[in-house]
């Protein structure tokens, strides 16, 4: 469904007149022909359009993206699929790369970067000195970007692995103001959280302490509001964590009560995967 068709649809649904929409807005031609000949639309009188129906832009763009399938969610959804599968083609790996050469869209280099990288680092085989060029082109992207946005946070979560202990401190350090908005903004609640997750997760693999606390402090924010239960519960395992790794008897940290609460939730193999991770870091540092 076009933006013309799905603003069609919201209007009638909502019981709005196109002139009833229009008013003091635009004039009744402009939403016409938009509707039936997919004419221009300012960004301004959309999102004026839109505040009149009560539509978020995120709730929009949810529900457009649901109705049509871009290149770029065809592609992410076979990058997935081949993830998981264990093997990326050569087919979907062209592609791709023909897609950034064509468009110049960063989305399309980063796609292919993790085609590369992704499943040798999964497998322990990820070696940082074969794509410096590409480790180094894509951290000048995400240093000149000021305020970050689902893009910047996704490329840098994703591909934290990648990066080096001082540039993942710098990085995190260049977007700490836009971080700390996000941690409380309810549309970035879920990104956020697996953003401060994962630095966390990498913080306790490397060893890195100061890497771990700047992630943890943010993880900590998110979870001091009452409705982020996921947030609360991971930090929460996080800090019992850092107690036990430290503890001269690790035992005495008791996880029990945190374990049975998540298979409560029915979080059985959340619990099972938080204490394969317990093993590698306390029993087996």
């Not at 457009?64 to 699929?81: T, Y």
């Not at 499943?119 to 060029?133: T, V």
């Not at 606390?213 to 993880?219: A, K, N, P, V």
């Not at 947030?231 to 107690?243: P, V, W």
Request: hydrophobic share 40%.
């Amino acid at each position: 469904m076009e933006q013309a068709q799905l603003i069609k649809k919201l209007r009638t649904e909502r019981g709005y007149t196109q002139k009833q929409l229009c008013e003091g807005i635009s004039s009744r031609t402009t939403l016409s022909s938009f509707e039936n000949r997919g004419t221009e639309l300012s960004s301004g009188i959309l999102l004026q359009y839109l505040d009149r129906m009560n539509l978020r832009v995120e709730e929009y763009q949810l529900l457009l993206e649901n109705q049509e399938i871009s290149p770029k969610r065809r592609l992410a959804a076979q990058f997935v699929k081949e993830y998981y599968a264990g093997h990326f083609t050569t087919e979907l790996k062209s592609e791709i790369w023909q897609n950034y050469l064509t468009a110049h869209d960063f989305y399309y280099y980063i796609l292919w970067f993790e085609t590369e990288t992704i499943l040798a680092y999964k497998n322990n085989q990820f070696d940082p000195q074969k794509y410096q060029k590409e480790i180094n082109k894509i951290c000048d992207y995400l240093f000149k970007v000021e305020v970050w946005q689902h893009f910047e946070m996704t490329t840098f979560m994703n591909l934290m692995f990648a990066f080096s202990d001082d540039m993942i401190l710098a990085l995190f350090e260049s977007s700490k103001e836009t971080m700390a908005e996000n941690a409380t903004n309810p549309y970035y609640t879920s990104l956020t959280t697996s953003f401060f997750i994962n630095g966390i997760i990498l913080g306790f693999q490397r060893k890195n302490d100061q890497i771990l606390t700047q992630f943890l402090t943010g993880l900590t924010t998110v979870a001091k509001k009452p409705k982020y239960m996921y947030a609360k519960m991971m930090a929460l395992y996080f800090e019992k964590l850092l107690q036990a790794r430290d503890a001269s008897d690790p035992a005495s940290v008791d996880f029990t009560d945190f374990y049975h609460a998540l298979a409560l939730f029915g979080m059985i193999e959340k619990a099972q995967e938080l204490q394969e991770f317990y093993t590698e870091i306390v029993e087996n540092n």
